[in-house]
Nanobody, 117 residues
Framework: QVQLQESGPGLVKPSETLSLTCTVS??????????WGWIRQPPGKEPEWMGA???????YYNPSLKSRTSITRDTSKNQFTLQLSSVAPRDTAVYYC?????????WGRGTQVTVSS
């Protein structure tokens, strides 16, 4: 059973860079055809796809966030990481990592990130 777990700070100051890591267990992030991604849900709003990384390491980003977003991976630790730069209060949300070969079939529990000084 593939499991995902997000980790990172719960509070980030405006203008700083948010960094979250997703640790995957029960499966490899290099498995062919599986894509791993980040989705966030601000309070009272719909979920927003932020970006993804596939088995070969190719990345894909939401155009609206592309200039501030970077997704990388560490295959030795079976982890992938989200970095979001120049955060503002509007980036306050629950951040989820997810994976799947046909849609997001596996999700982490999510982690609350608040942007505040």
């Amino acid at each position: 059973q593939v499991q995902l777990q997000e980790s990172g700070p719960g509070l980030v100051k405006p203008s700083e860079t948010l960094s979250l890591t997703c640790t995957v267990s029960g499966g490899s992030i290099t498995t062919n055809s599986v894509v791993w991604g980040w989705i966030r849900q601000p309070p009272g709003k719909e979920p927003e796809w932020m970006g993804a990384i596939d088995a070969s390491g190719t990345t894909y980003y939401n155009p609206s966030l592309k200039s501030r977003t970077s997704i990388t991976r560490d295959t030795s630790k079976n982890q992938f990481t989200l970095q979001l730069s120049s955060v503002a209060p509007r980036d306050t949300a629950v951040y989820y990592c997810a994976g799947g070969s046909e849609g997001w079939s596996r999700w982490g529990r999510g982690t609350q990130v608040t942007v505040s000084s």
